[in-house]
């Protein structure tokens, strides 16, 4: 019994001592100022922020015309682009932003494509080819393929990583 009543105190004190710091943790993640970056700095230090809260500002050059769930920003450098899926407060993205500049406020997620996936994603490319003769398709999908192939030995990764913005909120800048 009283091993009982011993285990129940010290759970009960360990609960009571811990509720306080997560709240204060909230608090300390609700009231960080997000400080908002370009396209070209978001990504040079993606790989640091994945699943971390980030602010992204960039000109958007497309939105999805189906379901308007998604919409691809670039920085000053063309050669990067970020996709942004809607999420909290986005509704969706109007065709009307294309060719305006937005700030995006979200999470940084990152989808990793092992070797084998890409392996598998150059069999299948291969066999398209075989099967209905799209050289031009097939050509540009190797050269993706490729490149991601280069992008992984250049960094010695094991995987390549396409990395996204879950967007919670929103602004249209001047």
């Excluded at 050669?79 to 999420?87: K, L, M, N, P």
């Excluded at 999470?107 to 075989?130: G, P, W």
Aim: include cysteine; proline fraction near 1%.
């Amino acid at each position: 019994m009283r091993k009982i009543l011993f285990t129940t105190m010290v759970c009960s004190l360990l609960l009571a001592c811990n509720s306080p710091a997560k709240k204060s943790d909230k608090n300390k993640q609700s009231s960080t100022v997000l400080q908002s970056v370009s396209v070209d700095k978001l990504l040079a230090q993606a790989d640091e922020l994945v699943d971390q809260a980030i602010k992204v500002k960039g000109h958007v050059t497309h939105t999805c015309k189906h379901s308007g769930k998604r919409c691809f920003l670039v920085g000053d450098n063309e050669q990067f682009t970020i996709r942004v899926e809607a999420g909290g407060e986005i509704t969706g993205f109007n065709r009307d932003l294309v060719g305006n500049t937005i700030e995006v406020e979200g999470t940084l997620k990152a989808r990793r494509l092992s070797k084998e996936y890409i392996n598998q994603m150059e069999h299948e490319v291969q066999e398209k080819a075989k099967e209905d003769g799209t050289a031009e398709t097939c050509a540009t999908e190797m050269n993706n393929i490729n490149d991601m192939r280069a992008w992984m030995k250049a960094n010695n990764k094991d995987h390549y990583a396409i990395y996204f913005v879950e967007g919670v909120k929103y602004a249209v800048v001047e």
